[in-house]
């Protein structure tokens, strides 16, 4: 036979035609026994392929037994991996007649090697070869290789949303509920892009391999892997939330009575037990110095795993406080809502959350220690011991102030982004090496205990300042207010002052006439007759002119006289010599 005939390679489908089978041979040749079918574009670690060889006529001859099978192969060149599966005859249902094309290893850099399907066949039979995606053994796949990332990207996405609930208490000096944080402001872009850009500089100016460069290199690598990884790893934070909102809710009363009965058993009395519990629910250093001294005495995650159950008492205590201050107000005791026990539920839960991560990490030691246990053995390296003790010397600080966060402190935006640096370092240096992922998430305890402890707190001047411009802003209005009332005050004193004064000079002007009138007569008169002549005149006619004067009307002296009264009696506010010289006139 000709060889190209039985050797050859096939293009694979893409995986979006996973509803379909694609026929790479239609029919084999009679009496073919062998195929080598080289699969061109299988190249990622989460593809897989089912090779079908469907038998579709076999023959029965003399002599031959019925138990003849043939054997599929698919063969990995590089990493020596083979895998098989049997092919049956028509009608035997007992058979798949079908391997799964998938790589345990990626292909290596610069590699020409193929992976290939080897058909070994019946040569009394003909058979269809066929090829299909599968969507169940890429699922495996992406598990097999992407699973373990989903813890780091976990803690990395916790991490977050305690940085943004930093940033909201240090804007409105309170703490979002961590699912409403979780929906409204973590994105993969605060942490995937920095993140790139931050293993792309360091394989710039130094050797130094980030594990984005150790994925890239495994071959596992591909463009929306880190924005998959971490949108799915939000939705399983958001089950996690959710979840452990429903252990508090329905368990809280129930762990919290097992609780009680294990220390009255022993103590001697009931009361006794629930002093000790509210102790240490009180003072937390005594429950921080109790479980250090397991730790060192025993296994750092068997103390992880026994602080990971009283966080869980914690906030089942916190959220019986808020329910009680709600049936407290709602029967009318309380006009408001205790805000800052919902306060120390939203930060505690948060914490709780990265806390129980962390002591995921560390289960393999505990199983390791329990194991040794049996044989009288002790660990001899506790990997979880160190971050055991950094985390629960944290604990002695957080669980101050009734759990709840201090919010008249200073640098909450600081710690948020030195917060959101953790959780860029998570995605650049720990999706692989998840020995630093633990050290990552102890450095986020202990830095937000120090912010707890030591930071300052805010200061008062800036408050008085924002109402000093207020009263600042609202003085110049009032002034001017102050001013137009005083302009217009003063306007209508001078109107009032002017009325009088203008009557004053309008009616001694008036009189001024009448009298310079009377003498350039006079003067005409004497040019006219002589002196004597108008002496004379003027003493018989004094009275009858006087008299003529004096019937012109009997109002107009009338008014003038009141017109000196009136002016008598405003004289303080005018000219005394004017007021003088008017009246002398007017009498005159």
């Not at 599929?72 to 249902?93: N, Q």
């Not at 030195?418 to 650049?428: N, R, V």
């Not at 205990?449 to 030591?454: F, K, S």
């Not at 005409?524 to 002549?533: A, E, I, L, P």
């Amino acid at each position: 036979y000709n060889i190209r005939d039985r050797s050859f390679a096939y293009s694979v489908p893409k995986w979006i035609n996973f509803w379909r089978a694609a026929t790479i041979v239609e029919r084999t040749v009679v009496g073919a026994v062998y195929y080598n079918i080289s699969l061109t574009g299988l190249e990622q670690p989460w593809q897989a392929y089912y090779v079908t060889a469907t038998p579709t006529q076999c023959r029965t001859e003399a002599g031959l037994s019925s138990a003849h099978y043939g054997l599929a192969s698919f063969v990995t060149p590089w990493s020596k991996d083979i895998s098989h599966a049997l092919l049956g005859r028509t009608g035997e249902k007992n058979f798949t007649n079908s391997v799964v094309a998938r790589l345990q290893t990626s292909l290596p850099v610069n590699s020409t090697d193929l992976p290939r399907v080897d058909l070994l066949l019946d040569p009394a039979c003909v058979y269809t070869v066929k090829i299909q995606p599968s969507i169940v053994s890429m699922m495996g796949q992406v598990v097999r290789f992407y699973a373990p990332m989903l813890l780091p990207c976990m803690s990395a996405v916790v991490i977050l949303i305690l940085a943004f609930q930093f940033r909201r208490i240090e804007s409105d000096m309170f703490c979002q509920s961590t699912i409403f944080t979780l929906i409204t402001a973590v994105s993969p872009i605060n942490v995937v892009l920095p993140s790139k850009m931050l293993a792309y500089v360091l394989s710039q100016i130094s050797s130094f391999e980030t594990d984005i460069v150790i994925i890239q290199n495994r071959g596992i690598d591909f463009g929306v892997l880190p924005i998959m990884m971490f949108f799915m790893s939000m939705g399983l934070v958001f089950l996690l939330t959710c979840a452990a909102w429903g252990m508090i809710i329905a368990g809280g009363s129930l762990a919290n009575a097992a609780i009680m009965r294990w220390v009255t058993r022993v103590s001697p009395h009931e009361l006794v037990a629930e002093v000790a519990v509210s102790s240490l629910n009180k003072f937390p250093t005594i429950l921080a110095s109790l479980l250090i001294a397991l730790a060192c005495a025993t296994c750092g995650s068997l103390a992880l795993c026994l602080g990971c159950f009283c966080y869980f008492l914690k906030l089942f205590k916190l959220y019986q406080e808020y329910l009680e201050g709600l049936v407290k107000r709602a029967v009318g005791l309380r006009e408001e809502d205790d805000k800052s026990v919902l306060l120390g539920v939203h930060f505690q839960f948060s914490l709780a959350l990265l806390w129980a991560l962390n002591t995921v990490l560390h289960v393999p030691s505990l199983i390791a220690w329990s194991q040794n246990v049996k044989l009288g053995l002790s660990l001899d390296t506790d990997p979880s011991l160190g971050p055991a003790i950094a985390m629960l010397a944290s604990l002695a600080v957080l669980w101050q102030n009734d759990g709840q966060p201090r919010v008249e402190r200073k640098y909450y935006a600081m710690v948020a982004i030195i917060l959101q640096g953790a959780a860029i370092s998570i995605a650049a240096f720990a999706m692989v090496s998840l020995y630093r992922l633990t050290y990552i998430i102890t450095g986020v305890f202990v830095v937000v205990a120090l912010h707890q402890a030591l930071s300052p707190e805010r200061e008062v001047k800036e408050e008085e300042e924002e109402e000093d411009v207020e009263e600042v802003e609202e003085k110049p209005s009032e002034s001017v207010d102050k001013a137009g009332e005083a302009q217009a005050s003063q306007s209508q004193s001078e109107a009032e002052l002017s009325d009088p004064e203008y009557e004053y000079e309008y009616k001694v002007n008036l009189v001024k006439r009448r009298v310079k009138t009377a003498a350039e007569e006079d003067s005409v008169t004497d040019r006219d007759t002589g002196n004597f002549k108008m002496s004379s005149q003027i003493l018989f006619d004094f009275p009858t002119s006087f008299a003529g004067l004096g019937t012109e009307s009997y109002d107009q002296e009338d008014e003038d006289e009141k017109t000196c009264n009136d002016l008598n009696s405003t004289s303080d506010d005018l000219d005394d010599k004017k007021t003088i010289e008017y009246c002398a006139v007017k009498r005159t």
